[in-house]
């Protein structure tokens, strides 16, 4: 028997709640196929199935996003930009919206597998991987903070000499001469392909030939840049035009830009792979400036009525970013009169006007919009659950010995014996410690223990065992004494 379980599909939690024999057929499957299914996502098909993802009832939520692309998509207005010829060529009709939760609950409807240039949304994520590097302080000695209220490509610096902000046409040239560790277009793309969960991150070279050659007004502000003194003695400017033009032509999908929007949202955490991609510094000082630069003259009003972080692209691409919930790429070539998207523009009003997304709707007594946020149905014990015990409990010989590492951890560092002490599950926190012989102290990324799970959800019978193994437990010293000793504690509970 073959099973395939995609736990960042949108459909994971319908499919198991359809599914009623799934319980008989786990216990009918070889321990090894069983195994393969979960070894590094236990604790992570437990959030699954009690739906304690940050959206529990994600199909829902996803219903009511496919009525607000169909609502979008019906919009006839704006122009696709024809001063960079490439991006001229793609057709007005394209249409597509990604998103990407902090627990990789994934909906993408509309043309998301279609590439294009990030253009100008590139901004913000080089400015986040400077930061990472380099510090805020440090960045900030060659641009500024504050909107201009000016077009994006405006030839005007502020009164110290510097340009506003990194969202503008003047920054992001200093950009690519005061950091040397851009100049590698391929370390940008590999580290923008990390944000991206490994997804599709590519580079159009069409596209950076049409800039370069339709580019007079970036070569007008490079020299301005040079004459006001920006940049040191000696910067050749084609170099570093050329540079920023190969940054504009980086391509994604809405599908991959969406996961690099979630690794904001998600505190630099890329929410596919758990790694930190980003200090959480970068992360909100990205944001700060994302929320008060990002979106052109259009800047203002899209923080009174969105409220959200977000940066948008001469090619037709809106990167919006939900704090701690996830990360969106809308894209629609035609653009309104002020550079950014027509459809995207109405997708992200239209989403923060069903949904309290809106960073001041949290506000108490302030709102009575949807959040998806919520808690949905009963909480019943979960079928995963029930699989644990049945399997890792009645057949716990035949499966901790199919190589499963029973101290496998998710990207929140936490572990089954977090989840057990926290539920309550005193056999299965018995087993883990008597059986499989784990860590009884291990800390998640917030530092908390199984001990504090437990200490906190009042569960005193889990609380006396797990400080009864905390004050005996010895790290092994030798893996095969240990599999030895573990195997022999089995077969002494399966004669039991």
Request: proline fraction near 5%.
């Amino acid at each position: 028997i073959h099973i395939h379980i995609n736990l960042y599909s949108s459909t994971v939690h319908s499919y198991f709640e359809r599914a009623c024999p799934f319980r008989d057929l786990v216990l009918q499957l070889c321990p090894l196929c069983f195994s393969r299914c979960v070894q590094s996502n236990i604790v992570l098909l437990t959030q699954a199935f009690r739906k304690k993802f940050v959206i529990p009832d994600f199909q829902p939520f996803a219903s009511h996003i496919d009525t607000l692309y169909e609502k979008a998509r019906k919009l006839a207005g704006g122009l696709v930009a024809d001063y960079i010829p490439q991006i001229a060529k793609f057709s007005p009709d394209l249409w597509a919206v990604s998103l990407c939760t902090v627990d990789g609950q994934r909906h993408t409807v509309g043309d998301t597998k279609v590439p294009f240039c990030l253009q100008s949304c590139v901004k913000p994520l080089k400015y986040a991987i400077a930061v990472h590097d380099h510090g805020t302080e440090y960045v900030h000695q060659f641009i500024g903070k504050e909107p201009s209220g000016l077009r994006f490509n405006k030839l005007f610096l502020n009164e110290d000499g510097k340009d506003y902000n990194h969202q503008l046409q003047h920054d992001s040239v200093v950009f690519e001469f005061d950091f040397p560790f851009l100049i590698s277009i391929l370390q940008l793309m590999n580290f923008l392909k990390k944000m991206a969960g490994n997804e599709y991150v590519g580079f159009s070279n069409a596209t950076f030939q049409s800039e370069r050659e339709s580019g007079d007004r970036n070569f007008a502000i490079g020299y301005y840049l040079k004459e006001k003194k920006c940049f040191p003695d000696g910067t050749d400017m084609t170099s570093v035009l050329d540079l920023y033009f190969q940054l504009c032509s980086i391509e994604v999908t809405c599908e991959s830009a969406s996961v690099m929007a979630a690794t904001l949202a998600n505190g630099g955490f890329c929410p596919i792979t758990g790694e930190r991609v980003l200090s959480p510094e970068a992360v909100r000082d990205t944001l700060s400036l994302m929320h008060s630069c990002g979106m052109y003259d259009f800047s203002g009003q899209f923080a009174f009525h969105v409220g959200l972080p977000a940066k948008s692209g001469v090619a037709g691409g809106i990167l919006l970013v939900v704090p701690n919930v996830m990360g969106i790429m809308c894209w629609s070539p035609p653009l309104d009169k002020l550079g950014n998207s027509v459809r995207g523009i109405q997708f992200c009003t239209d989403l923060v006007s069903l949904f309290n997304f809106h960073n001041y709707d949290n506000l108490r007594h302030f709102t009575k919009k949807l959040d998806p946020r919520r808690e949905g149905g009963d909480q019943r014990v979960s079928c995963f659950l029930f699989c644990f015990y049945n399997i890792f409990i009645k057949h716990d010989c035949r499966f901790a010995l199919s190589s499963v590492d029973m101290e496998q951890r998710d990207y929140d560092s936490r572990t089954a014996l977090h989840i057990a002490a926290a539920e309550g599950h005193t056999e299965v926190v018995r087993f883990l410690l008597e059986a499989c012989k784990v860590n009884p102290g291990p800390k998640d990324r917030w530092g908390n223990t199984p001990i504090d799970e437990a200490t906190h959800f009042g569960h005193h019978e889990v609380l006396a065992l797990l400080q009864e193994y905390s004050g005996k437990h010895n790290p092994p010293v030798h893996a095969d004494a240990d599999k030895q000793s573990t195997e022999k504690h089995l077969d002494g509970r399966l004669e039991t």
